[in-house]
């Protein structure tokens, strides 16, 4: 529940407070740049120098001086008057001569007012502290929405961020500068409740102290005692007394405190030390400024940058998620639909599956309304509900109903019959996890069904069909659901290269090599360019004549450069047809599908990969990508070397260059040759021992029987650890991409 709060807050103040943020970002960024300066151009004291020292060979060279100040970035300034000329003079401190006129940056200035107030004084700070009040909030609710996305906070640090470009250019650079971001909030709010007196500041009290009369003379300042002990290291400023006020005292505050000196005994008449409060206050204000500490002033500044990339990056995300909802021609108003139908979904998929279900339910003659299951209601006239929810992270709702369950668990069951269809991937542990929640919920509230709950693999059309069917049985009416798989947007490609395998007792198989062209930075940004994709992603083809897309998994990943899949002619196959005719030069269209449970990610941990025929594609792109020579053991099962042996010689050529730590092969159809993968891995059924104990992750990908035989065999393999195919699932070691 929190959560969905989080988001909105997130949304509505990046929206909003954002654009103060931006110029609070900028001219923050402008402002870092004057420490670095200043600290780089210093002529600073040499280290342990007595501040006895310093004043006196600055008094000697400076005529009429009345206070020296070290400056956070450890330039010494004299301020003097001499005749009724003021002065602020940059010091040598080695010999206290004058090296210029001091003068403060008016840029820096104008920058820094405009930085806090706004150029509005008490009202622009209260803003600009109501901004910083926003940043932190931001801060605080992306992280949540972040460590969501990934599945849990411990994936926050490392775990993969998947999306658009300007999905994950937002969560990459948030990830990176979210202390930072936050610290600059925090600190901000403490110096603004510090201005207006909301925390108790060293309220600077001077003691009542003077100077004793007396015949005395002024004791030099070199001799006094209190500032020969004392270190300009922690110079703050020290004041000379009036050459015409007798009783007058010397003032000098440093990190430690503030002390008062008669000027003719050089008696200490008083010392405060920093209070708890000062000292806090200090450091805040350097941590804020990155005054003194120009390492942390350009992290400061890099912060400031990212506050525009933020921003727009965040707009463009907000901009994508509103056109995802599809536009349904015939969406009954709730209070009027007899069956309503709510959809949670993260990547928009589900909205196609609900798109087919309400226009077969509206063409049957029923009043349809279909909304996001945050707007769950059961109005009066329902006669029935469906629920269509996609799970994410450890199965877990998707971003925008995240609320939604505590919403309909509060409700009162009614008559109405609620019937929840889920849609996950068997890849991940939580198979379906948010749509079961979502069902045990209901039942235990009391809420009638007009089918049990059913979950859906992979968004597969087939088995949604077999759930309408169901549906037409249960509610006694002829539904036809024609569902089309909603297409993303298309991406031409061009075909650079095929390698041909003309097969023998196998169907001949081509490797094709494919390249896309660059839209641009600003498409990508809109992520309208060629999404980044990695080895076991899906690409989807829609072939001439056909509206359905056919899957193939890619050998290779966006950072090869080009796109890579192996095809099998299927007899009669329109696609692999389709794409069997192609020649270097012809050009087709595409979209990518992630695969999240199947890819591969960085792995510290050895890699079996096991594949037969053209499932050795995604792993064989495992491979390519393998640069930092993760160890990987691949088992290939294949017919007869001379004619589905694929990706043979890159794969003899990865082993050289130690990208594939092993290879093992079994040919099933010559004398000798091994017989099925399984078998190979039987052979070696030690080293996979070894390997799992070790941690090791595996990907498995061929036929649906070639996987079962593979995962018989490793759970007899296995068994003496103690292990099984299941567990290892469970545990996210395992998965398969089966076809
Ligand atoms: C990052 C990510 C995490 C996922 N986590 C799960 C999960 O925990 N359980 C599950 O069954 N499916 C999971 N899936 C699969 C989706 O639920 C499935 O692809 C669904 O059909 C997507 O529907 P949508 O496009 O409407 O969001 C995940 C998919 C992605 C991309």
Redesign the pocket.
């Known amino acids: 529940m929190i959560i969905m709060q989080w988001r909105q807050i997130h949304r509505w103040l990046g929206l909003w407070a954002g654009a103060l943020a931006l110029l609070i970002g900028v001219t923050g960024l402008i402002l870092t740049f004057f420490p670095v300066r200043d600290t780089w151009q210093a002529v600073r004291a040499e280290p342990g120098l007595p501040v006895a020292l310093l004043a006196q060979r600055t008094a000697a060279q400076v005529a009429g001086i009345e206070e020296i100040r070290r400056l956070p970035s450890g330039d010494i300034v004299a301020y003097s008057f001499d005749g009724d000329q003021a002065r602020a003079s940059r010091i040598d401190p080695a010999s206290g001569q004058v090296l210029g006129d001091y003068q403060a940056s008016a840029v820096e200035r104008w920058v820094r007012n405009l930085h806090r107030s706004f150029m509005l004084d008490d009202p622009g700070r209260l803003g600009a502290a109501g901004v910083a009040l926003a940043m932190l909030l931001l801060t605080l609710s992306g992280t949540l929405m972040l460590a969501r996305?990934l599945?849990g906070w411990r994936r926050l640090v490392a775990g993969r961020i998947?999306g658009t470009p300007a999905q994950r250019i937002h969560g990459f650079t948030g990830r990176i500068l979210v202390l930072v971001l936050a610290l600059s909030s925090l600190t901000a709010l403490y110096m603004s409740a510090s201005t207006f007196s909301l925390i108790p500041s060293d309220a600077d009290v001077d003691p009542d102290v003077i100077s004793a009369p007396g015949e005395l003379p002024d004791l030099p300042v070199g001799a006094q005692p209190l500032l020969q002990a004392l270190s300009a290291d922690g110079l703050r400023k020290l004041n000379f007394p009036s050459p015409d006020d007798p009783e007058d005292v010397w003032t000098i505050s440093t990190d430690a405190g503030d002390g008062w000196i008669d000027r003719r005994s050089g008696h200490v008449l008083a010392w405060h030390p920093a209070s708890v409060a000062r000292t806090a206050y200090d450091w805040i204000y350097a941590l804020h400024t990155g005054q003194g500490l120009w390492a942390w002033a350009l992290v400061l500044g890099l912060a400031g940058l990212c506050i525009p990339v933020f921003w727009v990056t965040g707009f463009l995300i907000w901009r994508q998620g509103r056109v995802q909802v599809p536009r349904l021609e015939n969406n009954s108003p709730a209070r009027r639909a007899d069956t309503l139908i709510f959809v949670a979904?993260?990547?928009?998929?589900?909205?196609g599956f609900a798109q087919a279900l309400h226009e077969a339910l509206a063409r049957n003659g029923h009043a349809v309304h279909t909304a996001p299951l945050e707007r769950f209601q059961v109005p009066e006239s329902a006669r029935q509900v469906f629920i269509l929810a996609?799970?994410?992270?450890?199965?877990?709702a998707?971003a925008h109903a995240a609320r939604a369950l505590d919403r309909i668990a509060r409700l009162t069951a009614g008559t109405v019959p609620v019937t929840v269809l889920?849609?996950?991937?068997?890849q991940?542990?939580?198979?379906?996890?948010y749509a079961e929640a979502l069902d045990r919920t209901l039942r235990a509230a009391g809420w009638p069904q007009t089918l049990p709950l059913d979950c859906?693999h992979?968004?597969s059309a087939q088995q949604f069909d077999r759930w309408g069917a169901a549906l037409s049985r249960a509610l006694g009416e002829e539904l036809a659901l024609n569902y089309v798989p909603r297409i993303p947007p298309l991406f031409p490609l061009e075909v650079v290269e095929r390698q041909d395998y003309a097969g023998g007792t196998a169907d001949p198989t081509v490797i094709l090599r494919l390249r896309w062209q660059d839209s641009g930075a600003m498409a990508r940004l809109m992520g309208r360019s060629m999404p980044h994709f990695e080895a076991g992603d899906l690409v989807g083809i829609v072939p001439p004549g056909s509206p359905v897309p056919r899957y193939y998994s890619l050998a290779s990943g966006f950072r090869d450069g080009f796109l890579e899949i192996c095809v099998r002619r299927m007899p009669g196959g329109v696609c692999s047809g389709f794409l069997h005719g192609l020649k270097p030069g012809d050009r087709i269209q595409a979209f990518i599908k992630?695969n999240?449970?199947f890819t591969l990610g960085v792995s510290r941990h050895p890699v079996v990969l096991i594949g037969a025929g053209t499932g050795v594609a995604p792993l064989a792109g495992f491979i390519r990508g393998n640069v930092r020579k993760t160890p990987m053991f691949l088992y290939f099962g294949a017919r007869n070397p001379d004619e589905d042996f694929y990706f043979g010689t890159a794969l003899r050529h990865w082993l050289e260059e130690g990208r594939l730590s092993a290879l093992r092969t079994a040919f099933s159809r010559i004398k000798d040759g091994g017989g099925y993968v399984q078998d190979a891995l039987r052979r070696d059924a030690d080293r996979l021992r070894a390997l799992v104990a070790q941690g090791a992750v595996l990907r498995v990908c061929g036929s649906r029987p070639m996987a079962a035989g593979v995962a018989e065999a490793l759970n007899e393999i296995l068994r003496p650890l103690g292990l099984d195919v299941r567990g290892l699932r469970e545990r996210g070691r395992y998965a398969e991409d089966v076809f």
Request: with cysteine; charged share 15%.
């Open positions: 996305r599945g998947r979904s993260e990547g928009g998929t589900t909205w996609a799970s994410y992270g450890d199965g877990q998707p889920g849609f996950g991937d068997r991940f542990p939580a198979f379906c996890g859906i992979q968004q992630s999240p449970g």
